[in-house]
């Protein structure tokens, strides 16, 4: 029975001894074993765990298909739980509406995507009794490659057997969006890189949430929400920086603006001074008097801002390095305006990877603090990036190389 369960003797035996009430995954995959009606047996859990009677029990369940499902256990695939999650309250409730529909949290470099993403999915996981998948798309191959690798991982999390894999891309997307139809599942993809990533993986289903997390906003996709955030608002930024101890208001309000109100950057800042307690925050602004300076302080273990910076550069064309440059040496209140450019779509690609942010009036933007930093940064080296810079350019190009070859 464990064998067939896929549960240790010992829990099988625990469930059966009467002295407790099993879990609902537990009861399912005993009964499974078993050769039980498992739809018959998570009606009955759900009348002894709830206290109804067995037709206000039936009623819970009336509106969901008799699936058969295996027995292998659920995935429980999302990280942990973001601690000290702050603000962002009106793009929860956006986020909230609609869930059948896949929605795509967009946005620059270190804007908190990725931990709101991760709050919101934790929020859903309890109704989502089928479990959890999740992905990190930033190290896998672009496009379809992309989405070969995630479509295998996630049907053998389903309990597809390896043997019963389709081969095509397109019959892996095919049974994974019917597995998806039939479960309450709750499904994160983050950071993704382009649309053919993700393009199989995506139905409209009203028991399953899937939210895709990406720095550009995907327009390739079709029928799906978008939601674009930007940095919070200045008492958030300093609301992230609770945890510094008892920094004086004004030294954090201006810690917050040297960091852009960005979320990363506040969330090291908030890190470095909670490790430091007896260094007072004026001391450490003292010494954060140049770019290079800030930078070079907004790092932590395996987090650190100009890295991040650096990814999104990487992923610009020439003609965007060069606009970037030439607009870190305008004042820092300038307005960037597209209209003034003979080519603009340079200036809405660091739009859209979020070095840009709006200036407070349609058509305009200003350069993001930090990002100003990195470019003057860069500035000293001839534009030239960094040598970890140059390898990784060198293995992207060469990831994106053989997929273009294996797709032709």
Known sequence: MGRAALYSSSVLSSAASGHRMPTLQVTLAFAAACGGDREQWRRRWLEVSSGLGPEASAALGRDEPVVARSCFPRPAQLPMRPRGFVGRVGE???????????????????????????????????????????????????????????????????????????????????????????????????????????????????????????????????????????????????????DAGQAEPEDCDRLARLCGDLPQALDIAARKLAARPDVPVSRVLGRLTGPGALLDWLRVGDLSVRESYQSAYLGLGDVAKTVLHQLAQRPADEPVVPAAFADDEPVYELADVGLLRGAGRPGAYRLDPLARAYALELRGVGHQVRRAARQELIVTTGRHYRSTVSSA
């Open 92 to 242: 929860l409730r956006l986020l909230a509406a609609e869930p059948a529909t896949p929605v795509v949290i967009s946005g620059p470099a270190g804007v908190g995507k990725s931990q709101l993403a991760l709050h919101h999915a934790h929020r859903l996981a309890a109704a989502a009794v089928d479990g959890q998948l999740y992905v990190d798309l930033g190290p896998l191959e672009p496009g379809e490659a992309g989405a070969r690798v995630v479509l295998d991982g996630f049907l053998r999390a389903l309990g597809v057997p390896v043997e019963h894999l389709p081969e095509a891309v397109d019959q892996q997307g095919g049974l994974y969006r019917s597995l998806i139809a039939e479960r309450r599942l709750v499904v994160l993809l983050d950071n993704v890189r382009d649309e053919r990533q993700v393009r199989p993986l995506l139905v409209e289903s009203a028991r399953t949430t899937t939210v895709v997390v990406s720095r550009t906003p995907l327009h390739g996709l079709r029928d799906v929400r978008r939601l674009r955030l930007d940095v919070p608002s200045r008492a958030e930024a300093i609301a992230m920086l609770a």
